[in-house]
């Protein structure tokens, strides 16, 4: 029987609407002046950001991804996130990337702090919604020394996280051991860095329903994914202003993982405007070069 875990209130009028194709005009001008110079290309971690804002302000108005506009938000999304990475691996030279429908040579700008785990991991995300698998490979092929942050910003297990989907899509050995030590680091207990609330809600979830797709869990999955996405909702609904914010618009990570368990043949026995219907069952896929 398919459960269905119902979206915490988002204002989807007119407003909404506007304030998406506002967004989306704002992020098209900023792309385009990205090839412009070393100083526009090393604005791409913002126009990054610009850009998961656009795909969740589309998906505030269009919940199931039904319309060609939210799959180019999240496609741009994808190749922004891309790019950061691109961009950031030389410090001389320019490398071409498709972004908005078009390939821009960009100038290498060097490193950049925007370019951790953290941000790697949405690009991941990202990548992975929109099943671009030569994305996904060069994202894992970033050594993972590259994507540390100053200690602080991070817990470790972000890193054994990463670890663990890099091993995982490269086809590397360990990848039991890597798990294991990211469910080890994840642990409240262990983990000092991110807020409880944001641990329990949002950063754990993920690694709970890798840990049942690799298993190939047909049993266990959905109800993982359903109690990913209540606490997604929980998180997202502990005050009013977490409850206003359009961050919480789609459950990027669980929908991340059951895209990998919806191609794997795992039944998917949920539905939620968190996890927009055609994101999850690729509907758009093949529309236009990504």
Same mark, same amino acid.
């Given at each position: 029987?398919?459960?269905?875990?119902?979206?915490?209130?988002?204002?989807?009028?007119?407003?909404?609407?506007?304030?998406?194709?506002?967004?989306?005009?704002?992020?098209?001008?900023?792309?385009?002046?990205?090839?412009?110079?070393?100083?526009?290309?090393?604005?791409?971690?913002?126009?990054?950001?610009?850009?998961?804002?656009?795909?969740?302000?589309?998906?505030?108005?269009?919940?199931?991804?039904?319309?060609?506009?939210?799959?180019?938000?999240?496609?741009?999304?994808?190749?922004?996130?891309?790019?950061?990475?691109?961009?950031?691996?030389?410090?001389?030279?320019?490398?071409?990337?498709?972004?908005?429908?078009?390939?821009?040579?960009?100038?290498?700008?060097?490193?950049?702090?925007?370019?951790?785990?953290?941000?790697?991991?949405?690009?991941?995300?990202?990548?992975?919604?929109?099943?671009?698998?030569?994305?996904?490979?060069?994202?894992?092929?970033?050594? #993972?020394?590259?994507?540390?942050?100053?200690?602080?910003?991070?817990?470790?297990?972000?890193?054994?996280?990463?670890?663990?989907?890099?091993?995982?899509?490269?086809?590397?050995?360990?990848?039991?051991?890597? #798990?294991?030590?990211?469910?080890?680091?994840?642990?409240?207990?262990?983990?000092?860095?991110?807020?409880?609330?944001?641990?329990?809600?949002?950063?754990?979830?993920?690694?709970?329903?890798?840990?049942?797709?690799?298993?190939?869990?047909?049993?266990?999955?959905?109800?993982?994914?359903?109690?990913?996405?209540?606490?997604?909702?929980?998180?997202?609904?502990?005050?009013?202003?977490?409850?206003?914010?359009?961050?919480?618009?789609?459950?990027?990570?669980?929908?991340?993982?059951?895209?990998?368990?919806?191609?794997?043949?795992?039944?998917?026995?949920?539905?939620?405007?968190?996890?927009?219907?055609?994101?999850?069952?690729?509907?758009?896929?093949?529309?236009?070069?990504?």
């Amino acid at each position: 029987m398919t459960v269905d875990i119902s979206r915490h209130h988002l204002s989807a009028g007119p407003d909404a609407e506007q304030f998406a194709e506002r967004l989306s005009a704002h992020l098209a001008e900023g792309i385009d002046g990205l090839e412009d110079s070393v100083g526009g290309a090393s604005l791409v971690d913002s126009h990054f950001d610009t850009g998961l804002l656009v795909l969740r302000a589309r998906c505030v108005v269009d919940p199931r991804a039904a319309t060609l506009e939210t799959w180019e938000a999240a496609v741009n999304a994808m190749q922004l996130g891309s790019a950061l990475f691109a961009v950031t691996e030389a410090s001389e030279g320019s490398v071409e990337c498709r972004i908005n429908r078009k390939v821009r040579t960009l100038p290498a700008v060097g490193s950049l702090p925007t370019a951790d785990a953290g941000n790697w991991l949405t690009a991941f995300w990202l990548a992975v919604i929109c099943r671009d698998q030569r994305r996904m490979t060069q994202l894992c092929e970033i050594p #993972l020394e590259r994507l540390r942050a100053p200690e602080g910003q991070y817990d470790e297990y972000i890193y054994h996280w990463v670890d663990t989907l890099q091993t995982y899509w490269l086809r590397r050995p360990g990848l039991v051991e890597k #798990l294991t030590a990211t469910f080890q680091a994840s642990d409240p207990a262990v983990a000092r860095v991110a807020p409880r609330d944001l641990l329990d809600g949002l950063l754990y979830p993920p690694i709970n329903l890798f840990y049942r797709f690799v298993r190939k869990d047909e049993e266990g999955f959905s109800p993982a994914l359903v109690e990913a996405l209540k606490l997604h909702r929980t998180y997202w609904t502990l005050n009013e202003d977490r409850e206003a914010d359009i961050d919480g618009s789609i459950a990027l990570g669980p929908l991340a993982i059951a895209c990998l368990a919806y191609d794997g043949k795992l039944p998917i026995e949920v539905e939620s405007e968190y996890l927009p219907k055609h994101l999850l069952q690729r509907g758009w896929l093949g529309e236009f070069p990504t």
